[in-house]
């Protein structure tokens, strides 16, 4: 118990010092979409504290995987916002503030939130670290497999996208090809694949198993809260979208329902 309640404080501190000069930051440009670009590099922060205060092979497993995922979804979101103003999403949040009060709100509503949730989400890190070292077996090895799937899904959606919009041939049209064809957002279908991948190399110990919540928040936030569904609340206005809704899963991939029509949208 005392060394989880170390491990523990330890990434509350964490997360508060990380989403502390994220606000400054934010607060300097102007822009509270940096947020983020720091959200991913939150969890990396976290998982090498908790393999430093709980040094094992699992942790060290947990804390390179995290990296691997947060440091490559802090590029390619601070490569998509280069040039590009605030997001429109931060602006809809903070237009319900009072001019003076933005930046307030915007802590409130946005840096504290997501500072806490990190801590949450990272729950099975923090558990798997005050477990001492203890060796990896099968139920790790499914983990890592699952934590691939993902971070496959992240990387190769993403690549499809970017080089869908690169084509000048696109404009106007509705990406609906590779993974975009089996589900509407193979990115957050990947990075809640990350997260229970994850949890399973921190669950084959006890009692880690008792934060499968920290799998389950990740994924209502990418699927209901904060991703898919916000999203898809202004994608649905385009032309095209939505006969792209009916033939496709939103999260899980799933084959099309019916083969994608040749007209242009």
Known sequence: MGRFLLVTLSALVAAAVVMGITALVARRLGRISVVDIAWGLLFVVIAWVCALLGP?????????????????????????????????????????????????????????????AAYVISLPLQVSAATGSQPLG????????????????????????????????????????????????????????????????????WPAVLTVFSPIVMTYFLAFATGARLLESEMAKRPGYPEYMERTSMFFPLPPRRPRPEATR
């Open 56 to 116: 094992g092979p699992r942790s060290l497993l947990l804390a390179v995987l995290v990296t691997l995922w947060g440091g490559r979804l802090a590029w390619h979101i601070r490569r998509r916002a280069l040039g590009a103003g605030e997001d429109p999403r931060y602006e809809k949040l903070l237009s319900q503030a009072p001019p003076e009060k933005r930046f307030a709100y915007a802590a409130r509503k946005v840096f504290l939130v997501q500072g806490l």
């Open 138 to 205: 099968w139920v790790a090895a499914l983990g890592f497999a699952v934590f691939l799937v993902g971070i496959g899904f992240e990387t190769v959606g993403d690549a499809q996208l970017a080089r869908f919009k690169a084509d000048p041939a696109n404009k106007g049209r509705i990406m609906d090809r590779g993974l975009w064809g089996w589900t509407r957002h193979p990115n957050y279908f990947g990075d809640a694949a990350v997260w229970w991948g994850l949890w399973l190399i921190a669950a084959e110990v």
